[in-house]
């Protein structure tokens, strides 16, 4: 069994554990020139790096750790329909226009992600079927409003509303109010999903490199990128390192914050558990997401528990079952086999951060805690954009996401203190 540790997410993660045999990537020695150098190689890296190579392009990815040791790898898995943010929220603030090209980006996302797998063959343990589930009863009004809007003004008929007897039949549970179902979304394994991606980023040409940190980036008429060991000079630059960007890019930085999530895996369940019996993802209605569903393998892998202080978290595992026992209370003394954590990056509002930090050089970042779909698809967007076709991006570019408050030093207070008033909001 692995125990590789990713040196930038807490614990060893059961997808590292069941991915199988992965390829490894050489660092980058010495200088070197491209037409696009890719920074990070998560979903948005790997994705943007497939479809520029596609294209013809000559593609230099680098990659600080290895494949995969950000949020791609280690992640929920739950390919969801739609923004982080409601179809209403969205036409609140941005009119119905806007938010129908949003969520037809989206749903183009979600194809996006089915296409890739189907076309490279990936083998990555895709199912459909997801429930968001509601923990207070008065949030059905408003779930209902949601479907209903898709019903009617998105064309999106594959949702249903769940009263509270159907949702618990649905998870195994009585533990929520009711819900909703989507038929058209679903979940993956993501650590294999981004192997097939890497696997057809490198077939279609793209160079990838691992152990390579970029450390500065410099504006020109081609931009360089240095690493420890050499400089990158490139036609442009990608950068894709999410909630990494550490000091690398300050623009990004100010509008990026990382929140650690955590997950845990149990011991595989027995058949007749009773728990998620049609092999269905769930999320809940906290605005501190609770999110989970079975492995391959049927195990449980639960997730939640959102920290905005930063650092490793100690004891993933009995934070994680106590929040199992609570939706699973035959559950409670359940065996975890891995516990581990990643850092999601969100925004203010929760909506992608894509923005031309300096000419040439874009940051694409922020997905809030719905990558799995919107980022690979805003790596095609990008790619798009570099071929001279800049529209679909721009709509994501057009978000103009506002900087977090509070500069270098402030950010993080303010946004624990936030957080920690939401998360007394979702208990009471
Ligand atoms: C625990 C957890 C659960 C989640 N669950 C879900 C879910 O169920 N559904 C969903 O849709 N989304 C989920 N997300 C979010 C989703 O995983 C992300 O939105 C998505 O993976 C982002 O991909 P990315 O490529 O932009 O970033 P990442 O995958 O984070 O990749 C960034 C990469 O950049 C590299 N990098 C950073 N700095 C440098 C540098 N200087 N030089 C070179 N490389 C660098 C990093 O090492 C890293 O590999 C979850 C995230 C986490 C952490």
């Keep these: ?219 020109g008429r081609r931009p360089k990128v240095r690493t420890f060991s050499g400089t990158l000079h490139a036609g442009r630059v990608l950068i894709a390192c999410n909630a990494h960007i550490g000091a690398l890019e300050p623009e990004t930085a100010r509008h990026v914050m990382p929140i650690r999530s955590y997950i845990a895996a149990t011991e595989p369940l027995a058949d007749d558990s009773g728990v998620l019996p049609g092999d269905e993802c769930a999320c809940d209605s906290r605005f501190v997401i609770r999110y989970f569903r079975k492995s391959a393998d049927n195990r449980l892998l639960f997730g939640g528990r959102e920290v905005y202080t930063g650092g490793p978290a100690k004891n993933i595992a009995p934070h994680q079952r106590q929040q199992i026992g609570e939706v699973y209370p035959q559950l409670k003394d359940v065996a975890i086999s891995h516990a581990w954590g990643g850092s999601v990056a969100v925004t203010l509002p929760r909506l992608p951060f894509v923005r031309e930090v300096m000419p040439k050089v874009l940051s694409v970042a922020g997905f809030s805690g719905q990558g799995v779909a919107l980022a690979p698809f805003a790596g095609k967007l990008v790619a798009e954009a570099f071929n001279g076709n800049r529209e679909r991006l721009k709509l994501f570019e057009d978000l103009a996401i506002p900087a977090f408050p509070g500069g270098a030093l402030l950010r993080q207070p303010l946004l624990t203190l936030a957080m920690a008033f939401y998360a007394l909001r979702d208990r009471i």
């Design 1 to 219: 069994m692995t125990t590789y540790q990713s040196p930038i997410s807490p614990g060893v993660s059961w997808y590292e554990a069941s991915c199988g045999p992965r390829p490894g990537y050489a660092p980058l020695e010495g200088d070197r020139s491209c037409d696009v150098a890719i920074i990070g190689g998560g979903y948005t890296g790997l994705s943007a790096a497939y479809h520029l190579a596609k294209a013809g392009a000559e593609v230099v990815l680098l990659e600080a750790h290895g494949l995969g040791d950000g949020a791609s790898g280690r992640n929920g898995g739950q390919l969801s329909s739609g923004q982080r943010q409601s179809v209403l929220w969205l036409e609140e603030r941005f009119g119905y226009t806007r938010a129908k090209a949003l969520w037809n980006l989206a749903e183009e996302a979600k194809a996006h992600a089915v296409g890739l797998i189907e076309e490279h063959s990936i083998d990555c343990d895709l199912t459909l079927g997801h429930l968001t589930a509601l923990h207070k009863a008065r949030y059905y009004a408003a779930e209902a409003a949601i479907v209903d809007a898709l019903w009617t003004r998105y064309n999106y008929d594959k949702i249903i509303m769940l009263v509270r007897p159907a949702m618990a039949a649905a998870l195994g549970s009585d533990f929520y109010y009711g819900g909703s179902r989507d038929s058209g979304a679903g979940h993956l394994h993501p650590m294999k999903f981004l192997i097939g991606m890497a696997n057809a980023a490198t077939a279609a040409g793209a160079q990838i490199f691992e152990d390579t940190a970029a450390i500065t980036i410099e504006a």
